[in-house]
């Protein structure tokens, strides 16, 4: 049985799920969700289609929305998501349960995963102890969704009144394009590209020798997690933390085709 499983990572740990869960299932496919194909992919005949990715202000990624609503798929699939987060899953359910709904198919199954926090904007990396912690009760939640996606199960965690009421009212705040023009580089910077190479925005340029943000930002922060000098800061909130990327993701494994 054909299934393809979409992703939209910026720092790995969408991929990290979407990658262990293709392991556990047959004849996976593995697709990233990015500027780059979003237009090139209009609809999609797999008799099981998965949806991998991170929440965000407690809600769907720009991009993931309008990837959704944007396809056209089997309406007769087995439809699962995942979602990966450092709190919970907010109204992202919800908002593909809608979106599905309009275009006549269903949510089957959806499934949410704790992963280390990557937004550094807003708080430190987690202790190494904490993110292996994750790590392993990754693997084990993997053991558990992998068959119930195998049987065509169904099981559903879209939150409650409460969570989606305040979801709705703090997913209306965010509005990422233009967050970007609070990135900048230290002078630690010396222009390798990796920035513009791992965006899946395609919302970086490298100007002489510098990258420069084009207001189409997703606020995944990848630039600022795959940087190898460490020289992108977000305003002055990152200029003394850490950073954080999925230790079992290799940064080429991000890169898009520019």
Not at 151 to 167: D, S
Request: aromatic residues 10%; positive net charge; proline residues 4%.
């Amino acid at each position: 049985m054909s299934t393809t499983i979409y992703y939209f990572t910026g720092t790995g740990n969408s991929l990290k799920v979407a990658k262990d869960l293709s392991s556990e299932l047959e004849e996976v496919k593995l697709v990233q969700i990015s500027k780059n194909n979003i237009e090139d992919i209009s609809s999609d005949l797999s008799e099981k289609i998965g949806i991998v990715f991170p929440v965000y202000f407690l809600g769907l990624p720009t991009i993931v929305k309008s990837f959704l609503e944007k396809i056209q798929i089997n309406k007769n699939a087995y439809i699962f998501a995942v979602a990966t987060f450092g709190s919970g899953s907010g109204i992202s359910i919800k908002q593909i349960e809608n979106i599905l709904n309009k275009k006549g198919a269903k949510l089957s199954a959806s499934f949410g995963i704790a992963m280390p926090g990557s937004y550094q904007v807003m708080y430190p990396p987690y202790s190494e102890e904490k993110q292996q912690q994750l790590f392993k009760k990754e693997e084990e939640e993997i053991l558990k969704i992998a068959p119930i996606i195998k049987n065509n199960q169904v099981v559903n965690k879209n939150g409650n009144l409460i969570v989606n009421t305040i979801g709705g009212f703090i997913y209306k705040s965010f509005k990422p394009n233009d967050k970007d023009e609070n990135f900048w580089t230290d002078d630690k910077c010396n222009g390798c590209g990796t920035c513009s190479k791992i965006c899946p925005a395609n919302n970086i340029k490298i100007v002489e020798g510098k990258p420069k943000w084009k207001h189409n930002c997703e606020l995944c922060v990848g630039c600022m997690q795959w940087c190898p000098q460490q020289s992108i800061q977000y305003k002055k909130n990152t200029v003394k933390r850490g950073r954080y990327h999925h230790p079992d993701i290799k940064v080429m494994e991000l890169f898009q085709n520019h």
